[in-house]
């Protein structure tokens, strides 16, 4: 036997081999006989659904118990096609049905406590289980940070200042920072997993620990000098001048808590203004107690 005879062979058995999953590839062929009992109906509806992550979720992708278990037994709405005869899981109680489920993944920061969930932001707020393109991440109502600034335009506006992180498809999200679904961090920060502030996951050199460390509690945290979301000052700093940032602790007035630069220091000089073209190592060092590298 040549080889000329058994490639068309192999070729034969990938098509059969791709025949056996061809629903998946396949909606509208599919829709005939996936979901029975809901698509006669909603055939739109349960074509798209194939796929859909929820349509994973049954031993057979295209059984209707998929449907119902969302939408309660549609026993009695199959049979008349009355809208009240079914439910719709939104609002609260529709988070409910959808906790059943998710209890284990995002449940520990939903289940209750969160800022979206107590201020009644529910799930269909950011989520659209039917989305008209299932791939898209997480099924989100909106891509990227959107659904964020259209509720938030005071976070949003903050972006748009001049140094500020960048928000883009590809590239950071409010979600970057943020648990959307609540979570242990104040302001639902998000936090690395050994409890650290989100930022030092990306900019993990200002982690340490320093042998001589100043950020990271003993001069704050990062907010004690950075704007988060953007700022008109560079490197996002909450002031325009670093001295000034540096003498709201560095003043040995009591009631401050940084020591008083030396004397040698001339403070009406531009040359001490800027601290940080000495004190180079500002958020911490392994060499120099004075930060100088
Ligand atoms: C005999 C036809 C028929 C079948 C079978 C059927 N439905 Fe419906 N369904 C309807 C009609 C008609 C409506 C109302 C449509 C409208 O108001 O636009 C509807 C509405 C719905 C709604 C929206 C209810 C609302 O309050 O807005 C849901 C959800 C729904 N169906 C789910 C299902 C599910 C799940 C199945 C399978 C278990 C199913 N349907 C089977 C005819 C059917
Ligand atoms: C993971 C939960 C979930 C599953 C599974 C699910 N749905 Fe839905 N469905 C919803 C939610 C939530 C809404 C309300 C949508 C909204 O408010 O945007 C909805 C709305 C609907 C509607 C009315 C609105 C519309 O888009 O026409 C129909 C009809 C419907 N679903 C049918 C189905 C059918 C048929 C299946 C199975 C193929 C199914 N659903 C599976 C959660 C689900
Ligand atoms: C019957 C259990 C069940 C119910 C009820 C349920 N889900 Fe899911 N959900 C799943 C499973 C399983 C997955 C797939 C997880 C995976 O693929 O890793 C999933 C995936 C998701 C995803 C992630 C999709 C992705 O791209 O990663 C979102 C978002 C989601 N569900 C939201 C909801 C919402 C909103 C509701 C309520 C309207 C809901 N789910 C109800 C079981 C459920
Ligand atoms: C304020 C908007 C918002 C609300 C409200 C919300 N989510 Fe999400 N959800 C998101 C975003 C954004 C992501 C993507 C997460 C990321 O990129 O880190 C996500 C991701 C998910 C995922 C994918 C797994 C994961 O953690 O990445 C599931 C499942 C999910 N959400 C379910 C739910 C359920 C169930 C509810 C309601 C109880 C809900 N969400 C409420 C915005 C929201
Ligand atoms: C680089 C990380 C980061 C990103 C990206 C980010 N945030 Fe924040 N956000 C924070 C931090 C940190 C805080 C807490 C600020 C504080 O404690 O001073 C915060 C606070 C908030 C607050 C509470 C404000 C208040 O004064 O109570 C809201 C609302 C908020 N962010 C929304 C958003 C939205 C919407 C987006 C996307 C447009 C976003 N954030 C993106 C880090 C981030
Ligand atoms: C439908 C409107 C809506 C959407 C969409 C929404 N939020 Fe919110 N968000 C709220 C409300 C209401 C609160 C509670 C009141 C407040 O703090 O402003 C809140 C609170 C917050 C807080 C403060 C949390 C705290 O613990 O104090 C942050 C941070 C936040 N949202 C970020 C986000 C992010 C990130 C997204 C997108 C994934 C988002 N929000 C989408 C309405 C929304
Ligand atoms: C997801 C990764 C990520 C997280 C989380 C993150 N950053 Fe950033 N940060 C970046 C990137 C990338 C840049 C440079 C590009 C840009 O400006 O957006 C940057 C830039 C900066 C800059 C300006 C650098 C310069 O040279 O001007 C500061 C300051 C900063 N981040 C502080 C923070 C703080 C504070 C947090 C926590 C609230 C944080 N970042 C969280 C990725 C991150
Ligand atoms: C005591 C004030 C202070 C604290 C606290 C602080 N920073 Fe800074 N940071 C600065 C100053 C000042 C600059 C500008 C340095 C310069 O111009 O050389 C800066 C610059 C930066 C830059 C850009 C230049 C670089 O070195 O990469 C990033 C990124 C940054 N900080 C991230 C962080 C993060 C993340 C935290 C929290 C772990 C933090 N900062 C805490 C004062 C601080
Ligand atoms: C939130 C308060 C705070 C801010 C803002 C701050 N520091 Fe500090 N700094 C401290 C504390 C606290 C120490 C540790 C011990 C001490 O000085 O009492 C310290 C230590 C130092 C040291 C080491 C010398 C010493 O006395 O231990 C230098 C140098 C220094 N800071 C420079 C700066 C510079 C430069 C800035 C501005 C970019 C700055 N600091 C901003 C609180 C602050
Ligand atoms: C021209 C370089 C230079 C500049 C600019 C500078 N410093 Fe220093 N700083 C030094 C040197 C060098 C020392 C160590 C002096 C010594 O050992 O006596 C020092 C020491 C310090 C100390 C330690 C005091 C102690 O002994 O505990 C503090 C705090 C300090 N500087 C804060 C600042 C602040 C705040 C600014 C900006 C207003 C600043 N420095 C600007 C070079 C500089």
Not at 78 to 90: H, R, S, Y
Request: hydrophobic content about 30%; proline content about 6%.
């Amino acid at each position: 036997m040549s080889t000329s005879f058994r490639l068309p062979n192999v070729l034969g058995l990938a098509v059969l081999l791709c025949a056996g999953t061809a629903w998946a590839a396949d909606p509208p062929d599919a829709a005939a006989t996936a979901f029975s009992g809901c698509s006669e109906c909603h055939d739109t509806v349960a074509a798209a659904f194939a796929s859909n992550p929820h349509a994973r979720t049954a031993a057979n992708p295209g059984d209707r118990a998929i449907c119902e278990s969302c939408h309660g037994d549609g026993t009695a709405h199959a049979a008349e096609g009355d809208a009240t005869l079914i439910k719709v899981p939104k609002g609260s109680a529709g988070a409910g049905t959808c906790m059943s489920c998710h209890q284990g993944g995002i449940g520990a920061s939903v289940s209750g406590r969160g800022a979206h969930s107590t201020a009644g932001v529910t799930c269909g707020e950011c989520h659209v289980v039917h989305a008209t393109d299932p791939t898209e991440p997480a099924l989100l109502r909106t891509r990227g940070s959107e659904a964020c600034m259209s509720c938030h335009p005071d976070a949003a506006h903050q972006f748009g200042r001049p140094y500020a992180h960048k928000l883009g498809d590809n590239a950071m999200t409010c979600a970057s920072c943020h648990d959307p679904h609540g979570g242990r961090g104040e302001k639902s920060v998000k936090q690395t997993r050994a409890g650290e502030l989100v930022c030092v996951g990306c900019h993990t050199d200002k982690r340490g620990p320093f042998v001589y460390p100043h950020v990271n509690d003993v001069a704050g945290d990062c907010m004690t000098c950075h704007q988060p979301h953007g700022s008109v000052n560079e490197k996002r700093l909450t002031r325009s001048r670093v001295d000034q940032l540096c003498l709201e602790c560095h003043t040995g007035t009591p009631g401050t808590f940084g020591s008083q630069p030396p004397s040698l220091h001339d403070m009406r000089s531009p040359r001490y203004q800027n601290c940080t073209t000495c004190h180079t190592a500002v958020h911490g060092s392994n060499s120099s107690p004075l930060l100088l590298k």
